[in-house]
């Protein structure tokens, strides 16, 4: 089949890569248009971009994806199918017409659960177990489409949203091609997705990430695994924003009022509503990541000294 695929992120280019070894054609790429990176904020190709410029691969990079222009180009390019993984933009009705067999989304939850931009950050957030990755067919409701097929995952107890991620996109990759090839044959029937179990998963602002000591020791931990390595959980010290990596519970440590700073030779305790936390690796302003060790010993907290 002729295929045109979307996707932005590196979460993005193992499904691409995958379906590049498929003996499915993929005529063009399309991704969110160059953006400025890096200290000198340079203008950047998208990592799914540069994968299609490495096999010569024709990229779109429409502004938004009812562009006349690129509805028309899209046309031109007669897709079969247009498979998406997690692409960072809308695609209108005017779009989903256009390839023979529709858009199939690589969504990385088990639907009707977690919809939305940021469903692996959510399921730990909330304490999930399992999760999954399903591939459905797009339709205009917000991942709401039935489903040709998915898989499961565990989802560990030290898991971060950036490893579950990379987990489900290698799994991922293999499940979507499984799945084109299956609509190629005629072989696959999409299952609606059932009535119940809906949840929804909007992306994590900055404000989420904002810790907030005053919760339990797991509740603290799930969030700052949620939000690495975005993004990116934080707290204040002395008014100024501090980033915390990595934490884990300290059951043997006398109890500290939440957000109180306790140093000790190896380790760097944290107060919570529950056991401390001993701190993991931190990020001052302006600096890069450091052991919590190394940063009490610049920082110097004071006995009683708190993050907020």
Same mark, same amino acid.
């Not at 280019?13 to 969110?32: K, M």
């Given at each position: ?32 248009? /160059? ?160 009535? /119940? ?112």
């Amino acid at each position: 089949m002729r295929l045109v695929f979307a996707g932005t992120p590196s979460v993005a280019v193992p499904p691409l890569e995958r379906l590049l070894r498929s003996g499915h054609e993929v005529v063009a790429v399309v991704t969110r248009p /160059d953006a400025p990176a890096g200290r000198g904020r340079k203008l950047q190709r998208s990592p799914v971009g540069e994968v299609a410029d490495a096999h010569g691969i024709e990229v779109l990079t429409p502004a938004k994806a009812g562009d006349p222009e690129f509805l028309a180009r899209l046309a031109a390019l007669a897709p079969d199918l247009a498979p998406v993984v997690a692409y960072g933009g809308l695609i209108p009705p005017s779009a989903l017409e256009v390839p023979r067999l529709g858009w199939v989304n690589l969504h990385f939850s088990l639907l009707p659960a977690w919809r939305g931009a940021a469903p692996v950050q959510h399921a730990i957030l909330h304490g999930d177990e399992l999760t999954g990755a399903a591939v459905f067919q797009l339709e205009k409701g917000l991942d709401t489409g039935p489903v040709f097929g998915q898989l499961t995952e565990v989802i560990r107890p030290d898991d971060t949203a950036g490893a579950l991620l990379e987990r489900l996109s290698e799994a991922g990759a293999e499940l979507l091609a499984q799945v084109v090839d299956g609509i190629a044959a005629g072989a696959l029937q999409a299952v609606p997705q059932p009535a /119940d179990g809906v949840s929804l998963a909007p992306k994590l602002t900055a404000e989420d990430a904002h810790l907030d000591w005053s919760v339990p020791a797991f509740a603290v931990d799930r969030r700052i695994r949620a939000c690495t390595p975005a993004p990116g959980a934080w707290t204040t010290f002395r008014g100024d924003r501090v980033k915390i990596g990595a934490v884990r519970t300290a059951p043997d440590a006398e109890r500290l009022e939440p957000g109180e700073l306790r140093v000790e030779r190896k380790r760097i305790l944290v107060g919570t509503a529950t056991d401390p936390v001993v701190l993991g690796e931190v990020v001052p302003p302006g600096k890069k990541a450091m052991p919590a060790t190394d940063w009490a010993r610049g920082a110097r907290p004071e006995p009683g000294e708190r993050f907020e």
